[in-house]
């Protein structure tokens, strides 16, 4: 983490240190909750305005850490916390690694690109996990299949139509993020430049 920089959509280490056989690692404090409470909580789907706002704000963050060539791989709503001044910041790091140093880590299997099952993961395996994210926030799921068949089906038969027509264009963006082919998937920087584009054409 100290060696990437400062992001406004990426939670800022402070410092670490070793007392006692432990490791301790001051981090920014986000006072919002995460984003696995908001859905929670949820009765109704979210406005179009949300989902764009954070959609977009966790992809920022997704892209400067890719920047780094650093791979998050649990990217999940309990670790995308809510801020007041910036809306949403990526944290949990305790998987994150460089592309070219990694050894069949993985997260949470919810949320996970299939390719890693073959022991294969790229940055844009990330961008599976937020695909999957968004289309969890635009179909207000509290949850999504952790294995069996559904896990199965949800990457290989992933088709929805968004419950707002508002919401349409942005669906087709999330079907190119979740494509099980890697190389077909959208990268966070193209998957952000399609959502912000979609986003200019909403109507307050």
Request: proline share 3%; glycine share 8%; charged share 25%.
């Given at each position: 983490?100290?060696?990437?920089?400062?992001?406004?959509?990426?939670?800022?280490?402070?410092?670490?240190?070793?007392?006692?056989?432990?490791?301790?690692?001051?981090?920014?404090?986000?006072?919002?909750?995460?984003?696995?409470?908001?859905?929670?909580?949820?009765?109704?789907?979210?406005?179009?305005?949300?989902?764009?706002?954070?959609?977009?704000?966790?992809?920022?963050?997704?892209?400067?850490?890719?920047?780094?060539?650093?791979?998050?791989l649990d990217l999940k709503p309990d670790n995308l916390f809510l801020c007041d001044e910036v809306g949403i910041k990526i944290g949990d790091f305790g998987l994150c690694?460089?592309?070219?140093?990694?050894?069949?880590?993985?997260?949470?299997?919810?949320?996970?690109?299939?390719?890693?099952?073959?022991?294969?993961?790229?940055?844009?395996?990330?961008?599976?996990?937020?695909?999957?994210?968004?289309?969890?926030?635009?179909?207000?799921?509290?949850?999504?299949?952790?294995?069996?068949?559904?896990?199965?089906?949800?990457?290989?038969?992933?088709?929805?139509?968004?419950?707002?027509?508002?919401?349409?264009?942005?669906?087709?963006?999330?079907?190119?993020?979740?494509?099980?082919?890697?190389?077909?998937?959208?990268?966070?920087?193209?998957?952000?430049?399609?959502?912000?584009?979609?986003?200019?054409?909403?109507?307050?």
């Open positions: 983490m100290s060696s990437i920089k400062a992001h406004r959509n990426v939670i800022s280490y402070e410092r670490a240190w070793q007392d006692g056989g432990y490791f301790y690692i001051v981090m920014e404090l986000c006072q919002g909750g995460n984003l696995a409470k908001v859905l929670e909580s949820l009765d109704c789907p979210m406005s179009t305005r949300r989902v764009f706002s954070l959609a977009s704000g966790f992809l920022a963050g997704l892209e400067h850490i890719h920047g780094y060539k650093f791979m998050h690694i460089r592309e070219d140093e990694w050894e069949d880590q993985e997260g949470d299997r919810r949320y996970l690109a299939p390719e890693i099952l073959n022991s294969q993961a790229t940055c844009k395996s990330d961008v599976f996990s937020a695909g999957l994210i968004i289309f969890q926030m635009l179909k207000n799921l509290k949850d999504l299949p952790g294995n069996g068949n559904d896990w199965h089906l949800l990457r290989q038969n992933f088709s929805f139509s968004a419950s707002d027509p508002g919401q349409d264009g942005l669906a087709q963006i999330v079907g190119e993020m979740i494509k099980m082919d890697p190389e077909r998937r959208l990268s966070s920087s193209d998957a952000l430049a399609r959502i912000l584009s979609w986003g200019s054409t909403l109507t307050l």
